[in-house]
């Protein structure tokens, strides 16, 4: 279909209409400066007029500008303004997207591995730079022609070293409903662990022909992701083994901190339930980010949590979907029923001892175990205002969760006097939970506060991280500069 080609400056010629999204429209056309075709994403004119929808389709050339250059990530070439409507231009990939390979029913388990690898390094590479994508489906899922996966918009990606104020508001929820974690669906902030969810539902798609909690609209599926429990994938009728049932239950968990601890980790774990069907299993290997991002076998005991609000809170998502399925952008602040403070300290700390074995194939694991013992009889204060900058009182655990991620991505670009405060607090409020991101954020405070000089008060913090989730080569290496 052609187009009006003043839509575009004159380097971009002959462009032509391949697609709509939720915010304008993808043109495909020919970049006559360095001889190749292009892809552009152009904002709809009437956002274009919507000073806050402008900032955030800027905001998604950027933070997809930051992971150029991963080959499972499309690579952005440019960003302007053409007759005041912005403009994203980005690398065509003329295969299509996994979405359309899987309209015709359920996929291989080969391919499904094969694309979901590619999926899985491409987020976790964004985990590391802090960003967690929060929209992950097959139609995001571009494919080039030679069938390899690249991750794209970034457009309500979260970027955990940048405030979001303004742009998020707290309990705004953002994503495709069929897909969205059940921490989104209530509002809460998403993390690294709801990519490893939204992946879990591709994953359940492909191989099924069908998602996990498809119901006839995206507000009945949206309640289903918070209250339902997770089908039987093997009961689909399509061969699957009951070993992956297992899998899927850990990945499609309805507290995060129970699932897998990154994207490669679940595609490993499925890969091994698939073996018999889809060859010797071959474990990823571990990303590298720091422990906050990459993380090890959950160990947390289950947490009490009131249900009394849960219906409510089911209709605001339903409400909130709603709007999605009206407007195509899925924005809406829902209520909180202040029920998600941190459980009573633990009486017993569970570790995680990692053992290196070789199979026969001389093919490298790793075997997590989980000793319990005893509490520690102190752990590093931070409520002390002679302690640090960590004040301000306690959050919420899904406040606290979000201010460790905060801090990762700034420890990442080397903001260690900006993560201090964030992680230390974050620390505060979730000290004696035994969860893993108590270990995150006692991480993330005893790295910066090493970083900065201060060894007195960063090995404590290193000690009681290890302590909840077991020896890790990023703690021993923050110890050593203490040496």
Same mark, same amino acid.
């Given at each position: 279909m052609a187009s009006d080609t003043r839509l575009l400056p004159?380097?971009?010629?002959?462009?032509?209409?391949?697609?709509?999204?939720?915010?304008?429209?993808?043109y495909v056309a020919d970049d006559t400066v360095l001889g190749r075709k292009v892809a552009v994403k152009l904002l709809d004119e009437r956002f !274009?007029? &919507?000073?806050?929808?402008?900032?955030?389709?800027?905001? #998604?050339? @950027? +933070?997809?500008?930051?992971?150029?250059?991963?080959?499972?990530?499309?690579?952005?070439?440019?960003?302007?303004?053409?007759?005041?409507?912005?403009?994203?231009?980005?690398?065509?990939?003329?295969?299509?997207?996994?979405?359309?390979?899987?309209?015709?029913?359920?996929?291989?388990?080969?391919?499904?591995l094969a694309w979901l690898e590619e999926a899985a390094a491409a987020l976790e590479e964004a985990?590391?730079?802090?960003?967690?994508?929060?929209?992950?489906?097959?139609?995001?899922l571009l494919l080039d022609e030679r069938n390899r996966v690249h991750v794209g918009?970034?457009?309500?990606?979260?970027?955990?070293?940048?405030?979001?104020?303004?742009?998020?508001?707290?309990?705004?929820?953002?994503?495709?409903?069929?897909?969205l974690s059940p921490e989104q669906a209530r509002g809460e902030p998403a993390t690294? !662990?709801? &990519?490893?969810?939204?992946?879990?539902?591709?994953?359940? #798609?492909? @191989? +099924?022909?069908?998602?996990?909690?498809?119901?006839?609209?995206?507000?009945e599926e949206a309640a289903a992701h918070i209250s339902d429990a997770v089908p039987a994938a093997s009961s689909r009728g399509v061969g699957l083994p009951a070993a992956v049932d297992a899998v899927f239950e850990r990945a499609l968990a309805k507290d995060p901190v129970d699932r897998q601890p990154s994207p490669g980790a679940f595609v490993a774990a499925l890969r091994g339930a698939l073996a018999p069907d889809a060859g010797t299993t071959r474990v990823l290997a571990a990303p590298t980010v720091p422990p906050a991002a990459a993380r090890p076998e959950p160990v947390a005991p289950p947490r009490r949590r009131s249900t009394g609000s849960r219906y409510g809170r089911v209709l605001l998502a339903?409400?909130?979907?709603?709007?999605?399925?009206?407007?195509?952008?899925l924005a809406a602040v829902m209520g909180s029923d202040g029920d998600e403070t941190?459980?009573?300290?633990n009486q017993q700390v569970k570790t995680v001892t990692r053992t290196k074995v070789t199979?026969?194939?001389?093919?490298?694991?790793?075997?997590?175990?989980?000793?319990?013992?005893?509490?520690?009889?102190?752990?590093?204060?931070?409520?002390?205002?002679?302690?640090g900058p960590g004040g301000g009182g306690k959050v919420s655990r899904g406040e606290a969760i979000s201010l460790t991620d905060q801090a990762t991505g700034l420890m990442n670009s080397g903001d260690y006097e900006g993560a201090l405060p964030l992680a230390l607090r974050a620390y505060q409020s979730l000290k004696g939970t035994g969860e893993l991101y108590e270990a995150y954020a006692a991480y993330d405070a005893g790295k910066a506060y090493v970083m900065l000089g201060d060894c007195q008060r960063g090995l404590p913090l290193l000690d009681a991280s290890e302590r909840i989730q077991g020896p890790r080569q990023e703690i021993d290496d923050a110890r050593e500069r203490c040496a």
């Open positions: 004159e380097r971009y010629a002959s462009p032509r209409l391949i697609g709509r999204g939720g915010m304008g429209e993808i !274009a007029r &919507d000073g806050q929808v402008r900032r955030r389709f800027t905001r #998604e050339a @950027l +933070t997809a500008a930051k992971l150029s250059g991963h080959p499972n990530i499309v690579t952005i070439f440019d960003v302007g303004e053409c007759d005041g409507r912005p403009f994203i231009v980005m690398e065509y990939l003329g295969g299509g997207t996994v979405a359309d390979a899987a309209r015709s029913g359920p996929v291989a388990s080969a391919q499904t985990h590391a730079a802090g960003i967690v994508h929060r929209d992950v489906k097959p139609a995001n918009d970034y457009g309500i990606a979260r970027v955990a070293d940048e405030s979001t104020a303004g742009m998020t508001a707290a309990g705004t929820i953002l994503g495709t409903a069929g897909y690294r !662990a709801s &990519d490893v969810y939204s992946l879990a539902v591709v994953a359940f #798609e492909l @191989l +099924t022909g069908g998602r996990p909690f498809e119901r006839g609209s995206a507000t339903a409400l909130v979907l709603a709007a999605l399925a009206a407007g195509g952008v941190a459980s009573p300290p199979t026969q194939q001389g093919e490298a694991t790793t075997v997590f175990q989980t000793t319990t013992v005893p509490a520690p009889e102190t752990a590093p204060s931070t409520t002390d205002g002679n302690q």
